[in-house]
């Protein structure tokens, strides 16, 4: 229908000479200063303006668009045979880009907003990739003193350098690097997942080499599109040979070699789903093992070369990975930090891509969860609060740490940021080898070789992308179900302490970055570092608290809000007349010190619901920016006594 | 009259308890018996059931010639078999027992056998329950 319209109403502007009278004095549908959400950025699309209508297009609102000067009018998304009811119900069915030539933008904006039929005119404003964007070519010295083969099966040469999957202490990648500062999935790699094909990640950023030999095996595939004919678009999907994704930027092929490209896409993807054991290059987090198993990337470019990144292209990209069964998208960018400083702000400055997250959340790809995951990284400014997107409250946001398990000096951390994952990091000592940075997959074509280091919250945002595909394949085995909002709650809650080590400072080999006073960042690095394990028995199941009738307790809430519950803001506890009954709580219960403190009478089993902020100690809100709201149902189970290890004898 | 007919059957209940083939196990008998898998299949107190959780007990006790050992699997609520190990001892018929992680099981039970297959545990500490067990191997 679109690519129709689209032809169609240039062709209706050229030719038909119609007019339309906008009235100045009488605008209905808010004031119109006030549609116009955002402030054009030094890097906005100085020729297109996004708008949205109050309803479908008609022959007056394009009259009235072609009294303005408007060059061009064409839907924002792509329709979707068969989403068309929730196209409307998000609205993605009144967005347009209108285009103009030889106008200015801000009087077209201005004049646009007089507009009744128009409720919102947004400027095309651009993000930014959560990476220095530098990378480090392989060494091709695989560290090999320090054994990791024996735990795990893959045979992945270079398995041994990746920290991030398991961190052994190894001086040799930095001094300070702690054992066990990781992701902690080889024992779910084991005996429990490494992935499922049916479970796709779109990475949502440069192009991804789908051709990478460590990477092809776990491409998703357009079946329709890679058997039919070229230049066709065989699905009828709106998008041409979009066999491995697409390249939204140019509306053509996927690239990642253009000067201005870095390879950031690619080094995403492999971090999630670079194929596992298959005795090439790295392993990844969910990238099977080496039978074809592995979680599907999508490439949805929204970088290219020096071109993209804006929202209006960030918004087409979210949609069709919606519409084209991902689950989960790995957005490894952001706006400028302060950009926005809070939910709301965001909300109404950045409507269309707020649409299509809300119509990619809402869209059920699995058999799993009712919807999608997005996962966003939270921003490379040292900035205390996370940039948006990410920093929306409902979305999570992932900060940075090195091998050190301390954080970054470049991660955001404070309001906005849920949770932390490894993003790798430049100048630690000893500094004779970029080990403390992230090693994945990268096109050879920038860089003569297939794998190379790169640091952000880029790179840490696919661990955890990678981590919630690895929950949903094992949610799948075990025929597990939940809503996006439980299972968000799951992997938030999915934490390990990382304020125990929050006392001194952090220093630089040879001082090439200013030390970090670790203090600062105590109780704002989200709920603590992603455990994949955890998540994993989460998924499981939790188990019941113990009580014994009689006791003024205080019950171990870790197994549901992982071992920093103890740092978690809670904001209260739901718990009925009838379950405080149940057990015959006089007392009403409340946490300290992470600990739920409960006093039963009697012997039963009773509910309650524990309200926490997963990360930081205010919730985000429409004036704020803050931690997601995670409610976590905790059953306990009184008996007349109860043992110290948690056994029933 | 009402309370003669009551006391009537309560006598005649309690003669056929006596001359039942019901089980009066020696401790040596008890043991050999207590050896094997049991599932919980009822608990209960003079008050209560343990309300809505699904709660999954099997517990294996492993006879040995020096210590003898247990294996406890437990799904309490809608988790996971978790597994304890530890040991346990018979005296006479009060059975006790430790974690393999050195603690000592919450309570210590009298134990009784109503049929070779079917078991029941009583607390001895703090109110009383008691817990029926069926064997499974």
Known sequence: MNKRIFISLIAFFLITGCTADIDYESNDSGSASEKIVNTKSSTADQNALLIKLTSPLNDDIQCKLESLGVKSISPVFTSFKGKEEMEIKYGLDLWYKVTISDHDIEKLASDLSLIDEISTVEYNNKAAKASDCIVYPYDGNPITSLATKSTTTFDDPYLSDQWNLKNLGNASIATTAYKGGDVNVYDVWNSLTTGDPSIVVAIVDEGVKYNHPDLQGNMWVNSKEYNGKKGVDDDGNGFVDDIYGYNFVSNGDITWSKTGDSGHGTHCAGIVSAVNNNGVGISSVAGGSGNNDGVRIMSCQVFDGNEGGDSYTIAKAIKYAADMGASIISCSFGYKGGAYLSDGSYKSANGVEMDAIDYFEATKNNSVIDGGIAVFASGNDGDPYATYPGAMSDIISVSAFGPDYLPTYYTNYGPGCNIVAPGGEAYLAPWTTHKALILSTVPCELYDDNYGYMQGTSMACPHVSGIVALGLSYAKKIGKTFTVKKFKELVVTSANDFDKRMIGTKEYYNNAHSPLELKNYMKKMGTGSIDAWLLMMKIEGVPCLLAAAGDRQWLDISPYFGTSSVNLTYTGIDISDKDKAAIGLSEDPYIEYGRLYVYPTKIGSAKLTVHAIGGGSQLGGDDSIGGMAISQEISIVVRSFKSTSGGWL | ?137
Do not use: H, P
């Not at chain 2, 294996?60 to 996971?80: K, P, V």
């Open chain 2, 1 to 137: 009259m009402a309370i003669m007919k009551k006391i009537s059957v309560l006598f005649l209940f309690v003669v056929a308890v006596m001359l039942s083939g019901c089980k009066k196990a020696t401790n040596d008998d008890l043991y050999s018996l207590l050896i094997g898998e049991w599932e919980l299949v009822d608990y209960s107190t003079k008050s209560v059931t343990i309300g809505e959780e699904q709660v999954s007990v099997f517990i294996a006790f492993i006879g040995g010639t020096t210590t003898n050992e247990f294996s406890l699997r437990q799904n309490i609520g809608d988790g996971y078999l978790n597994t304890f190990t530890g040991t346990w001892t018979l005296s006479d018929n009060m059975l006790s027992g430790v974690y393999s992680d050195g603690t000592a099981w919450g309570n210590t039970y009298v134990v009784s056998m109503t049929d070779d297959d079917t078991m029941i545990m009583e607390t001895t500490v703090g109110t009383a329950e008691k817990y029926t067990y069926k064997r499974i191997e």
